[in-house]
Protein backbone atom coordinates (compact mmCIF):
# COMPACT_ATOMS: atom_id res chain seq x y z
CA UNK A 1 0.00 0.00 0.00
CA UNK A 2 1.44 3.54 -1.44
CA UNK A 3 2.07 5.70 1.79
CA UNK A 4 1.02 8.65 0.46
CA UNK A 5 -2.43 7.67 -0.13
CA UNK A 6 -2.50 7.04 3.67
CA UNK A 7 -1.14 10.33 4.49
CA UNK A 8 -1.98 12.53 1.85
CA UNK A 9 -4.72 15.48 1.39
CA UNK A 10 -7.98 12.92 0.75
CA UNK A 11 -7.22 10.80 4.33
CA UNK A 12 -6.54 13.84 5.47
CA UNK A 13 -10.25 15.32 4.53
CA UNK A 14 -12.03 12.33 5.34
CA UNK A 15 -10.68 12.20 8.99
CA UNK A 16 -11.24 15.69 9.46
CA UNK A 17 -14.99 14.86 8.33
CA UNK A 18 -14.95 12.24 10.26
CA UNK A 19 -14.08 13.35 13.74
CA UNK A 20 -16.05 16.49 13.28
CA UNK A 21 -18.99 14.62 12.46
CA UNK A 22 -17.91 12.45 15.58
CA UNK A 23 -17.21 15.12 17.74
CA UNK A 24 -20.91 17.20 16.71
CA UNK A 25 -22.90 13.10 17.34
CA UNK A 26 -20.65 13.05 21.13
CA UNK A 27 -21.88 17.21 22.12
CA UNK A 28 -25.30 16.58 21.00
CA UNK A 29 -25.61 13.43 23.21
CA UNK A 30 -23.28 14.09 25.98
CA UNK A 31 -25.77 13.85 28.71
CA UNK A 32 -26.19 10.03 27.72
CA UNK A 33 -22.96 9.63 27.21
CA UNK A 34 -22.00 11.38 30.45
CA UNK A 35 -18.73 12.78 29.74
CA UNK A 36 -18.07 16.62 30.43
CA UNK A 37 -18.18 19.10 27.27
CA UNK A 38 -14.81 20.27 27.55
CA UNK A 39 -13.78 16.23 27.40
CA UNK A 40 -15.62 16.30 23.88
CA UNK A 41 -14.01 19.05 22.61
CA UNK A 42 -10.47 18.22 23.77
CA UNK A 43 -10.62 15.03 22.23
CA UNK A 44 -11.87 16.17 18.96
CA UNK A 45 -8.68 18.02 18.54
CA UNK A 46 -6.42 15.66 19.77
CA UNK A 47 -7.71 13.46 17.05
CA UNK A 48 -7.10 16.17 14.47
CA UNK A 49 -3.45 16.37 15.55
CA UNK A 50 -3.47 12.65 16.11
CA UNK A 51 -5.09 11.58 12.59
CA UNK A 52 -2.22 14.54 10.76
CA UNK A 53 -5.33 16.76 10.00
CA UNK A 54 -3.26 19.77 11.64
CA UNK A 55 0.27 19.73 12.43
CA UNK A 56 1.07 20.25 16.01
CA UNK A 57 2.22 24.20 14.80
CA UNK A 58 -1.14 24.83 13.22
CA UNK A 59 -2.92 23.32 16.21
CA UNK A 60 -1.07 25.67 19.10
CA UNK A 61 -1.31 28.66 16.56
CA UNK A 62 -5.33 28.42 16.18
CA UNK A 63 -5.29 28.62 19.73
CA UNK A 64 -6.79 32.06 20.66
CA UNK A 65 -4.59 33.25 23.37
CA UNK A 66 -6.14 36.55 24.54
CA UNK A 67 -9.64 35.05 24.40
CA UNK A 68 -8.32 31.74 26.52
CA UNK A 69 -6.68 34.55 29.23
CA UNK A 70 -9.94 36.51 29.16
CA UNK A 71 -12.13 33.79 29.81
CA UNK A 72 -9.85 32.59 32.46
CA UNK A 73 -9.44 35.49 34.04
CA UNK A 74 -13.62 36.57 34.09
CA UNK A 75 -14.15 33.41 35.96
CA UNK A 76 -11.88 33.89 38.51
CA UNK A 77 -13.24 37.45 38.95
CA UNK A 78 -17.03 36.16 38.97
CA UNK A 79 -15.45 32.89 41.24
CA UNK A 80 -14.26 35.15 43.95
CA UNK A 81 -17.11 37.90 43.80
CA UNK A 82 -19.02 34.45 44.62
CA UNK A 83 -17.01 33.11 47.66
CA UNK A 84 -17.14 36.56 49.42
CA UNK A 85 -20.99 36.43 49.95
CA UNK A 86 -22.10 39.93 47.89
CA UNK A 87 -24.80 37.46 46.78
CA UNK A 88 -26.20 36.61 50.22
CA UNK A 89 -26.03 40.05 51.52
CA UNK A 90 -27.62 41.47 48.44
CA UNK A 91 -30.74 38.93 48.28
CA UNK A 92 -31.03 39.83 52.20
CA UNK A 93 -31.70 44.08 51.22
CA UNK A 94 -33.87 42.29 48.22
CA UNK A 95 -35.85 40.35 50.48
CA UNK A 96 -36.11 43.43 52.82
CA UNK A 97 -37.21 45.49 50.25
CA UNK A 98 -39.87 43.33 48.49
CA UNK A 99 -41.67 43.28 52.16
CA UNK A 100 -41.97 46.48 52.15
CA UNK A 101 -43.44 47.51 48.53
CA UNK A 102 -47.34 46.61 48.16
CA UNK A 103 -47.33 46.64 44.18
CA UNK A 104 -46.30 43.48 42.44
CA UNK A 105 -45.23 45.09 38.89
CA UNK A 106 -42.61 47.34 41.59
CA UNK A 107 -41.80 44.02 43.40
CA UNK A 108 -41.24 42.06 39.82
CA UNK A 109 -39.12 45.04 38.54
CA UNK A 110 -36.70 44.81 42.08
CA UNK A 111 -36.11 40.94 41.81
CA UNK A 112 -35.61 41.03 38.54
CA UNK A 113 -32.99 44.79 38.08
CA UNK A 114 -31.05 43.10 41.11
CA UNK A 115 -30.05 40.16 39.94
CA UNK A 116 -29.41 41.28 36.68
CA UNK A 117 -27.31 43.87 37.95
CA UNK A 118 -25.36 41.58 40.21
CA UNK A 119 -25.07 39.19 37.17
CA UNK A 120 -22.91 41.27 35.11
CA UNK A 121 -20.10 40.88 37.96
CA UNK A 122 -20.55 37.33 38.98
CA UNK A 123 -21.42 34.26 36.61
CA UNK A 124 -24.91 34.34 36.15
CA UNK A 125 -25.79 30.86 37.21
CA UNK A 126 -24.13 31.49 40.36
CA UNK A 127 -26.28 34.37 40.82
CA UNK A 128 -29.66 32.26 40.12
CA UNK A 129 -29.07 29.58 42.45
CA UNK A 130 -28.29 32.05 45.24
CA UNK A 131 -31.66 34.43 44.69
CA UNK A 132 -33.86 31.69 43.49
CA UNK A 133 -34.62 30.52 47.02
CA UNK A 134 -34.38 33.99 48.24
CA UNK A 135 -37.21 34.70 45.90
CA UNK A 136 -39.47 31.75 47.33
CA UNK A 137 -38.73 32.85 50.90
CA UNK A 138 -39.15 36.30 50.23
CA UNK A 139 -43.14 35.29 48.64
CA UNK A 140 -44.18 33.01 51.34
CA UNK A 141 -43.47 35.89 53.96
CA UNK A 142 -45.96 37.58 51.37
CA UNK A 143 -48.34 34.95 51.38
CA UNK A 144 -47.75 35.77 47.15
CA UNK A 145 -47.61 33.08 44.60
CA UNK A 146 -43.66 32.80 43.89
CA UNK A 147 -43.73 31.58 40.38
CA UNK A 148 -43.94 34.54 38.27
CA UNK A 149 -40.86 36.20 40.42
CA UNK A 150 -38.97 33.09 39.88
CA UNK A 151 -39.20 33.33 36.05
CA UNK A 152 -38.12 37.38 36.65
CA UNK A 153 -34.91 35.80 38.33
CA UNK A 154 -33.99 33.30 35.83
CA UNK A 155 -34.77 35.91 33.12
CA UNK A 156 -32.75 38.76 34.57
CA UNK A 157 -29.62 35.95 35.18
CA UNK A 158 -30.27 34.98 31.92
CA UNK A 159 -30.32 37.91 29.90
CA UNK A 160 -26.51 38.67 31.40
CA UNK A 161 -24.52 40.29 28.43
CA UNK A 162 -23.10 43.69 29.09
CA UNK A 163 -19.51 42.36 30.69
CA UNK A 164 -16.91 39.82 30.44
CA UNK A 165 -17.94 38.00 34.37
CA UNK A 166 -21.55 37.54 33.28
CA UNK A 167 -21.50 34.40 31.42
CA UNK A 168 -18.49 32.50 29.45
CA UNK A 169 -20.30 33.19 25.98
CA UNK A 170 -19.16 37.09 26.50
CA UNK A 171 -15.38 36.95 26.83
CA UNK A 172 -15.96 35.05 23.35
CA UNK A 173 -17.68 37.37 21.53
CA UNK A 174 -15.33 40.24 22.50
CA UNK A 175 -12.40 38.53 21.24
CA UNK A 176 -13.32 36.61 18.24
CA UNK A 177 -15.04 40.41 17.49
CA UNK A 178 -12.33 42.94 19.01
CA UNK A 179 -14.74 44.32 21.51
CA UNK A 180 -13.46 46.30 24.33
CA UNK A 181 -16.02 46.60 27.24
CA UNK A 182 -17.00 49.78 26.74
CA UNK A 183 -18.52 49.42 23.52
CA UNK A 184 -20.23 46.53 24.54
CA UNK A 185 -21.75 47.95 27.56
CA UNK A 186 -22.94 51.26 24.97
CA UNK A 187 -24.56 48.08 23.10
CA UNK A 188 -26.32 46.55 25.51
CA UNK A 189 -28.15 49.42 27.39
CA UNK A 190 -31.22 49.63 25.55
CA UNK A 191 -31.74 45.89 24.94
CA UNK A 192 -31.23 45.14 28.33
CA UNK A 193 -33.92 48.22 29.21
CA UNK A 194 -36.23 46.72 26.84
CA UNK A 195 -36.00 43.34 28.33
CA UNK A 196 -36.44 44.61 31.67
CA UNK A 197 -40.06 46.48 30.14
CA UNK A 198 -41.05 44.01 28.53
CA UNK A 199 -40.19 40.42 31.23
CA UNK A 200 -41.89 42.63 34.01
CA UNK A 201 -44.60 43.76 32.53
CA UNK A 202 -45.25 40.51 30.95
CA UNK A 203 -44.19 38.00 33.36
CA UNK A 204 -45.97 40.27 36.48
CA UNK A 205 -49.39 39.99 34.19
CA UNK A 206 -49.39 36.06 33.19
CA UNK A 207 -48.31 34.99 36.46
CA UNK A 208 -49.93 37.56 39.41
CA UNK A 209 -48.49 37.15 42.68
CA UNK A 210 -51.97 37.77 44.42
Not at 1 to 10: D, F, S
Not at 139 to 168: D, E, H, R, W, Y
Not at 169 to 185: H, Q
Request: charged share 5%; net charge neutral; proline share 6%.
Amino acid sequence: MNPERITGPPFKERAGYIIFILTTLALIFQVQLGIATWVICLSGALAMVLFGVLSEQEAIGAINWPMAFLFVGALAMGGALAQTGAGEVVGGILADMANRLSNPYLIGFVFFIVPFVLTQIMMNRTVMIIFIPIAILACKSMGANPVGIIILVQSACLSSFMTPMATPAIPMCMAAGGYDLKSLIRQSLIPAALLCVVSVFWIMTVFPMF
